[in-house]
């Protein structure tokens, strides 16, 4: 069971906000001993990023949703590594990990004696992972970033709104911290992959994962769009750039996504939106004809569209088989078979709040469950400010 794989490897988390914790917050979830180390008086930053917040019975204590999205199965040390008896505590500590994770500003840790070359001198077998916004060299390697810069630095949010001329254009940012997200994805592979690595050859090593790389990896086919074309990749709305008709359209009573990704399902759709004429047409016979003429076939779409209600024109996609996907409130989604049978609602016990609702991670087998209120006994909750201290 992968919720056991890194048993018995010791995790020294510095990091704070989202990017790190995620990444810290995979290898609890697969098993590792994570200690967060958090300044006795600040703790980190998304502790205080709220509302909402969970609070004890008696309003003592409380935590955010936030803090408690990224980091559950942690437990939390109080230390100020910047005085003597905090440095000692952490190099301590870090004699003993097999993993540590820090996202200061290069350079900074060096200034107390806890960056890799001095950590490794002592501990050789350390993987030391260093996430920054702009990497441990370079002409900016000492600028601090946050998600949002990195969106618009990296390119996502020039190609990501509506178009030019259209309601509500220009540049739009995502709803969650998607570079954050996948620095820790990405993060989290390299650590795995360095201790794999540290198996044959013995030696930790140190990892230098940054934002802006991250971001610039994240364009994706964006990317190797312009790097084949020489043009930048336009804001195309809800419209996939290079599948069609790939988009949201509006029904009689509400939207949905048609997702059509090759000719033979253009066609059923076509069967069951009426318009069998259609994929004979030259204009839209194959998937590159209907990117140059999209702009008409959505015309006609969007009119034949309007004229059913969701319902019908879902039923008929499913029997069909033509892809299709609804639009969901968060409240949905949980309240979604699918997702209840998948049992991607847990709760997590914590002695003080109670319980947590957290999220299963995905990397994780589900479990069925016929009530989405039973906590789930492996499940560690996230640690309130040094709770584990003394």
């Known amino acids: 069971m992968l919720h056991k794989a890194l048993s018995g490897i010791k995790v020294l988390d510095l990091s704070r906000i989202l990017a790190g914790p995620w990444c810290t917050q995979n290898l609890a979830d697969l098993g590792a001993e994570v200690i967060k180390i958090e300044h006795p008086e600040r703790g980190d930053d998304t502790r205080g990023w709220g509302p909402p917040y969970l609070e004890s019975a008696d309003g003592s204590e409380r935590m955010s949703a936030y803090f408690a999205c990224c980091n559950r199965g942690k437990r939390s040390l109080a230390i100020d590594f910047t005085t003597a008896e905090g440095k000692a505590a952490i190099l301590a500590l870090a004699d003993e990990a097999d993993v540590l994770v820090e996202n200061f500003k290069a350079g900074t840790l060096r200034r107390y004696g806890l960056d890799y070359a001095s950590l490794q001198a002592r501990n050789p077998r350390l993987v030391y992972l260093s996430i920054t916004g702009f990497g441990q060299s370079g002409p900016m390697a000492d600028k601090p970033g946050y998600d949002y810069v990195f969106q618009g630095m990296g390119g996502l949010m020039s190609y990501t709104g509506q178009p030019d001329g259209e309601p509500g254009e220009g540049p739009l940012r995502t709803g969650v911290a998607v570079v954050d997200l996948s620095t820790g994805m ?22 230098d994962i940054a934002l802006l790389d991250v971001a610039v990896a994240l364009n994706a086919n964006q990317g190797a769009n312009y790097l084949f074309s020489g043009r930048n990749p336009p804001r195309s709305g809800n419209a996939h750039p290079n599948c069609a008709p790939y988009e949201v359209f509006r029904c009689a009573d ?17 069967e069951v939106a009426g318009l069998a004429d259609l ?4 204009r839209y016979r194959t998937n590159s004809a209907r990117i140059a003429n999209l702009p008409a076939l959505r015309a006609v779409l969007a009119q034949v569209f309007a004229t059913r209600s969701r319902r019908q024109w879902t039923d008929a996609f499913d029997a069909a088989g033509v892809p299709w996907g609804p639009i969901h409130s968060i409240e949905e989604v949980f309240a979604h078979p699918q997702v209840r049978h998948r049992g991607l609602l847990q709760y997590a016990e914590h002695p003080v709040l109670g319980r947590i609702p957290m999220v299963r991670n995905p ?24 709770e584990h201290s003394a």
């Open 186 to 207: 990405y993060a989290t592979s390299a650590v795995l992959a360095a201790l794999f690595q540290r198996q044959a050859t013995g030696a930790g090593q140190h990892l």
């Open 254 to 270: 509400g939207h949905l996504i048609l997702a059509i990704g090759n000719d033979a399902q253009f066609a059923r759709f076509c």
């Open 279 to 282: 994929p004979a047409d030259p």
């Open 363 to 386: 990397m994780l087998p589900g479990s069925p469950t016929t009530t989405t209120d039973a906590p789930t006994t492996s499940l560690a909750a996230p640690p309130l400010l040094g």
